[in-house]
C-alpha cells in the first residue's frame, strides 16, 4: 500500500453519508474515471472544460497522486464527482539547506450546487488525519481564498511579493557575470532546466519539488491554452564552464504608441547562482524598448533590490502564498536548523487535536534542534523560553519569514516567560526569506 491507496479517512466518509455523500478514491488507471474528475476539479475553479491535449496530460502527469472525489449519487451525471481533492508527498525546502516530506493539497473543490454541507471540511480534515496517520510531519498548500484555511491549523508560512520595475529609473548596478546568455526553446528548457530548478529550490525555504505535471506546467508544455502564448521566450544563462546555472521565461507586450513603451512580463526566473540571478535580471532591466518589467510571485527579499540604482523603482506588492499546517511537532521542529542556540517550551493548542501538546526544543550551538514531547500537562521547564501558541502561529513561524515577537506585538502569542518570544525570533528566524516560486 502507497500514499496513494491509502484507504480513505473513516470518519470523513461517515459524515458525508450521513448527508447521502460517498468519499471515495479515484482509480487513476480508469481514464473514464479519471477524467470525469479532472473536469470536475476544472469546473471547481470556474474553468472551460478541459481540452483533450490537456487532460491527457494530466492523466499521465498527476496519475500517481491521491485522487480524492465526493459523489451524490442522487444527481443525473452521478459519475463526476461533486467535490475534489488531490495530495502527494513532496520535499519541502527548510532553513538550513535540508527538506521534509510536506503532503501537498490541491484541487480542492466543491460543486457550486453542493456548497456549505461541511464538504470542504470533511475534505481537509480528511486530508489532514491521512498525512498524520503517513507520519508527514505538515502539510502544505497554495490558496485561490486566504478565508478558508486557517480554520483547519493553516497559516502563510512563506509570501511572495508581485514586481513592478520602472526600468528607466532602475539602472542596474549588480555585478558582471563571466558567463554567457543564450535563447533557448521551451523543449529545451523542459529537458534541462529540472536539473537546475532541484538546484535552485534548495536555495529558499519555502520551495518544493515539482513533479512531471507542475514542471510542465511551469514551463508551459502541459497543454494549458493560457499558457500557450507565441510570444513567450526563454533565455539561458551558462557559466563560464558551460554549465546552465539559470532561465528566464519571459513574453513582451505591445509597446504602444511608438515602441518604446513594450512592458516584459517575467513568467518564471530561475537562479541555481547568485551569477546567474544577476545576469538574468541585468538581461531583462536592460532590453531596449522596454519601460516596464513585471515579476509576479518573486520573493518578498529580492537581491534585485539591492542591484538597482533607484530601489524605488521597483514597486512591491507583498501577498500571503504558500500555507503550511503543522501534524508532528517534534518532526517538523527537529528538520530545520536554528539561527541561535537556546532552550525552548511551546504549549501548542490544536482544534483538531493531532499537534497539540507541551515540547522542549533543545537547540545546540550548530542550530540543531532535539525535540522532546513534554509528558501530560507537565509545567514547562522555568529556565526554557517558553510560549503558548495555537498550532496556526506555529505554522508561520516554522520556515521563519515571521517574527515571534510580531506574533506576540499582534496578541496572537502567549509568553510563559519574560522575553521568550524575542529569544524564539532569534532562533527561528531564517537567512533567506521563505518563498514559493509557484503555484500547486
Ligand atoms: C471554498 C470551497 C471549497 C468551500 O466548500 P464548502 O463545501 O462550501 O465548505 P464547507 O461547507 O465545508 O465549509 C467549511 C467552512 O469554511 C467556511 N467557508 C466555506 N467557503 C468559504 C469562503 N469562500 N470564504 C470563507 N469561508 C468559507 C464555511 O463557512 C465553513 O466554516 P465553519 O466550518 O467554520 O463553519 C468551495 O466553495 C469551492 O469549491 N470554491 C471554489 C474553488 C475554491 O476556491 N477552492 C479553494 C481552493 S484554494
Redesign the pocket.
Known amino acids: 500500500m502507497t500514499f496513494s491507496d491509502t484507504p480513505i479517512d473513516a470518519a470523513a466518509a461517515e459524515r458525508l453519508n450521513e448527508h447521502g455523500l460517498r468519499l471515495g478514491l479515484v482509480d487513476t488507471s480508469d481514464a473514464v474515471a479519471f477524467t470525469a474528475w479532472l473536469q470536475a476539479d476544472a469546473r471547481?475553479?470556474y474553468g472551460p472544460q478541459t481540452a483533450r491535449r490537456e487532460i491527457d496530460e494530466q492523466l499521465t502527469g498527476t496519475a500517481y497522486r491521491r485522487t480524492t472525489g465526493v459523489w451524490d449519487d442522487t444527481t443525473p451525471d452521478a459519475s463526476t464527482p461533486v467535490a475534489t481533492v488531490s495530495s502527494w508527498p513532496t520535499p519541502l525546502t527548510v532553513p538550513g539547506v535540508g527538506t521534509v516530506s510536506s503532503w501537498a493539497i490541491s484541487s480542492?473543490?466543491?460543486a457550486p450546487t453542493h456548497?456549505?454541507?461541511?464538504?470542504?471540511?470533511a475534505l481537509l480534515e480528511s486530508e489532514l488525519r491521512t498525512a498524520a496517520s503517513l507520519r508527514i510531519p505538515l502539510a502544505v498548500l497554495t490558496?485561490?481564498?486566504s478565508?478558508?484555511y486557517g480554520?483547519y491549523g493553516f497559516a502563510p508560512a512563506a509570501m511572495a511579493a508581485e514586481l513592478t520595475i520602472d526600468t528607466r529609473r532602475a539602472r542596474f548596478t549588480g555585478p558582471e557575470a563571466s558567463g554567457r546568455l543564450h535563447f533557448v526553446s521551451l523543449e529545451r528548457l523542459r529537458e534541462q532546466g529540472r536539473e537546475v530548478m532541484d538546484r535552485a529550490r534548495l536555495r529558499a525555504p519555502g520551495e518544493i519539488q515539482l513533479d512531471d505535471h507542475l514542471w510542465d506546467r511551469l514551463v508551459g508544455t502541459a497543454g494549458d491554452p493560457k499558457k500557450e502564448s507565441p510570444q513567450r521566450r526563454v533565455v539561458r544563462y551558462d557559466d563560464a564552464d558551460g554549465i546552465a546555472q539559470g532561465f528566464v521565461v519571459y513574453r513582451v507586450t505591445e509597446g504602444e504608441p511608438d515602441f518604446t513603451q513594450h512592458t516584459v512580463v517575467v513568467e518564471y526566473l530561475l537562479a541555481a547562482t547568485d551569477e546567474a540571478y544577476a545576469a538574468l535580471w541585468r538581461y531583462l532591466l536592460e532590453m531596449d524598448l522596454v519601460s516596464t518589467v513585471s515579476a509576479p510571485l518573486r520573493s518578498v527579499d529580492e537581491p534585485l533590490l539591492w542591484q538597482v540604482s533607484d530601489v524605488r523603482a521597483v514597486r512591491r506588492v507583498p501577498t500571503d502564498h504558500l500555507w503550511a499546517r503543522i501534524l508532528d511537532v517534534p518532526a517538523a521542529l527537529s528538520a530545520r536548523s536554528y539561527g541561535a542556540p537556546g532552550r525552548i517550551a511551546l504549549d501548542v493548542s490544536d482544534p483538531l487535536g493531532l499537534a497539540a501538546g507541551r515540547f522542549l526544543l533543545e537547540i545546540d550551538a550548530h542550530g540543531v534542534a532535539e525535540v522532546t514531547p513534554l509528558a501530560g500537562n507537565a509545567d514547562l521547564p522555568a529556565d526554557a523560553a517558553g510560549l503558548a501558541l495555537t498550532v496556526n502561529e506555529l505554522a508561520a513561524l516554522y520556515l521563519g519569514g515571521t517574527s515571534a515577537h510580531t506574533l506576540l506585538r499582534a496578541g496572537r502569542l502567549t509568553e510563559f516567560t519574560s522575553g521568550a518570544a524575542d529569544a524564539v525570533a532569534a532562533s527561528f528566524r531564517s537567512a533567506t526569506a521563505p518563498w514559493l516560486s509557484t503555484w500547486f
Not at 456548497?115 to 471540511?121: D, E, F, L, M, P
Open positions: 471547481g475553479f480542492v473543490t466543491v456548497r456549505r454541507r461541511g464538504i470542504a471540511r490558496v485561490s481564498e478565508t478558508i480554520r
